[in-house]
């Protein structure tokens, strides 16, 4: 696969499948059977940017400090791989090698990447084609399986029923770091404020009542009420696939020391400033691993969960089969089933800064819509007080 160079007449084999904030997904419909069963993956960039979202380089010199017990991905060339080994290296282990795909890396050519750019246009959300392109200085793209669909496709078997989930935080912060004007914090989940924010700047036309902390809470109950709702109102939180074809939900979706000065101008200026002093007395190692731990959150909270299944063709469950199945009393039948993560990608330390004013804007456009709220109840009290008086 490493020798396979995709060019311009190769482009029309890759369709449209979806995309999120930093990457675009096509699926494979040629004849190749190095491909078939396969997504690839392409980098986006800014819409007129040049030189693409991250040029060619690799880990900032901070980064490479972050990461420095890994000598492979500090080593590597550029940031391309330096993702796939983060997934591979980090992520696997934690969520499971079974569960995780790193995918390999195939050379495209500038002419196959801004044909695909163009071929796949009409079928793009229009914001995303007004703000971001396919970033044609790319010389490599990934190659994953498609976790919308068995390896062998659906010649054997029933049909490939595949569900993706974007499921978000799924826990209050407890942190004594919260400063008293951000209490909400500890009350109300980050998704539901962020919803606030996203119909504030017209991203979303309607609250969507899914709530993170019912799908993580173990019970059968919540779990399903969570999924109604993502059903409801599924945003780019939930899609359906059949066979591997989208049937249901969205389509998707200054130097380095920058983000540590402006953090700690903000953190000066707070009430509780006197709570942050002890930080700046964690050995070296420590802030280290908070940093690290504080980025690969990020990445679970972004990440997808892909849960396919489809009625075996046999319609018996093997215990000692490799395969996963599940019987289905309701039915009477028999499913196996895979489970993957996707969109596991390493987030750049300079976006801290970035997370921190959105952080900051969710919380305020959030606290407002209580406010606003709150007097119109006490409006609409005191008007129901009057007519009584009367």
Request: glycine content about 6%; charged content about 25%; overall charge positive.
């Amino acid at each position: 696969m490493e020798k396979v160079v995709l060019e311009q007449k190769d482009a029309v084999d890759w369709v449209y499948r979806g995309e999120g904030a930093a990457n675009l997904v096509l699926a494979y419909t040629g004849s190749s059977p190095a491909f078939i069963g396969k997504v690839m993956r392409i980098q986006k960039s800014p819409r007129n940017d040049k030189n693409g979202v991250n040029g060619n380089g690799s880990l900032t010199t901070q980064e490479q400090l972050l990461w420095r017990e890994d000598m492979e991905l500090t080593a590597s060339p550029n940031r391309e791989i330096v993702e796939q080994l983060y997934v591979k290296h980090v992520m696997s282990p934690l969520l499971g090698p079974k569960h995780v795909d790193a995918g390999i890396r195939v050379r495209v050519t500038k002419e196959f990447l801004e044909s695909v750019d163009n071929n796949v246009i009409c079928q793009r959300p229009a914001w995303r084609v007004d703000s971001s392109q396919v970033d044609a200085n790319r010389d490599t793209a990934l190659i994953i399986s498609d976790h919308s669909v068995f390896p062998n496709g659906t010649l054997k078997g029933g049909p490939c029923v595949t569900v993706e989930i974007k499921p978000k935080c799924g826990f209050l912060p407890i942190s004594r770091f919260i400063a008293e004007e951000n209490a909400l914090k500890r009350i109300i989940t980050r998704f539901r404020m962020h919803q606030a924010l996203k119909l504030h700047k017209q991203e979303i036309s309607e609250y969507s009542e899914y709530n993170p902390l019912d799908l993580f809470s173990g019970s059968r109950d919540r779990i399903c009420k969570a999924i109604k709702a993502l059903y409801a109102t599924p945003q780019n939180n939930f899609r359906v696939f059949l066979n591997g074809s989208r049937v249901f939900g969205g389509s998707g979706g200054g130097t380095d020391n920058t983000t540590v000065l402006v953090v700690c101008r903000e953190l000066s200026n707070d009430k509780l400033s006197h709570q942050y002093t002890s930080l700046h007395s964690i050995p070296l190692d420590e802030s280290l691993k908070i940093v690290k731990d504080y980025l690969m959150a990020a990445t679970a909270k972004d990440c997808s969960l892909m849960i396919s299944f489809r009625p075996k063709e046999d319609g018996e469950l093997q215990s000692g089969s490799s395969k996963n199945s599940v019987y289905l009393g309701s039915t009477n039948q028999v499913f196996e089933y895979k489970v993957y993560f996707i969109d596991l990608d390493l987030k750049p330390l300079k976006k801290m800064e970035y997370y921190y004013k959105l952080d900051k804007k969710i919380v305020s456009c959030y606290s407002q819509k209580v406010k606003t709220e709150h007097r119109a109840d006490k409006a609409v009290r005191m008007d129901s007080y009057g007519s009584v008086s009367r």
